[in-house]
């Protein structure tokens, strides 16, 4: 069980996404039949807003700035003032995702937008890492790398199935 607990908070993106997924099959199985078209992918976007985004950089937010040490080793760098600062903007994150869980496009959009530059960019530093000082640690070249890409890419999926009209 230990090990269950430890794998899912140390793969904590993947593990709030899959929450919220869950929770957004449980809606959509109770919504009456037939469904209103979009409803689905509208649920599923809303608590990826939740959970892939609010909970997710809220968990990274406390990580950062309160056991900032501890995570500096887990992506193996040394502890400094940096950890401090990318939880109080995880922070923002959180706060923009759990604003998001209510219906407002332009919002999503900016949320989503700003979540990706962030991650993509975390992605790139990853890679550097890797390549320049062989940084192999779980935090720099283990899930949080296929993280920093995916869920963006998720994202963004997702906001395109809610659009709505399509591409002409």
């Known amino acids: ?13 993947l593990t709030f996404t899959l929450l919220g997924l869950l929770i957004a099959g449980l809606q959509i199985l109770k919504t009456p039949t037939p469904r209103p078209p979009g409803s689905a992918a ?3 976007l809303r ?5 892939g985004i609010g909970v997710t950089y809220f968990y990274n ?3 950062h700035v309160f056991f900032g040490e501890a995570i500096a080793k887990f992506i193996g760098w040394a502890q400094s003032p940096f950890q401090a600062e ?10 923009l995702g759990f604003m998001a ?7 999503r959009i900016g949320t989503v937008a700003a979540v990706a530059c962030f991650m993509l960019g975390a992605a790139i530093g990853h890679v550097y890492q890797i390549v320049t000082a062989h ?3 779980p935090g720099n070249a283990g899930g949080m790398l ?3 890409v995916l869920l963006p890419l998720f994202g963004l999926f997702l906001l395109w199935k809610t659009r709505e009209k399509p591409l002409s």
């Open 101 to 107: 869980f209510r219906p407002n496009r332009a919002l």
């Open 61 to 63: 937010f406390v990580c």
């Open 146 to 148: 296929w993280y920093d």
């Open 86 to 95: 990318v939880g109080w903007a995880s922070l923002g994150y959180a706060v």
């Open 135 to 137: 940084n192999l640690a």
């Open 47 to 51: 608590w990826f807003m939740f959970f």
């Open 1 to 13: 069980m230990q090990n269950l607990i430890y794998l899912a908070l140390s793969n904590f993106p």
């Open 42 to 44: 509208e649920a599923v």
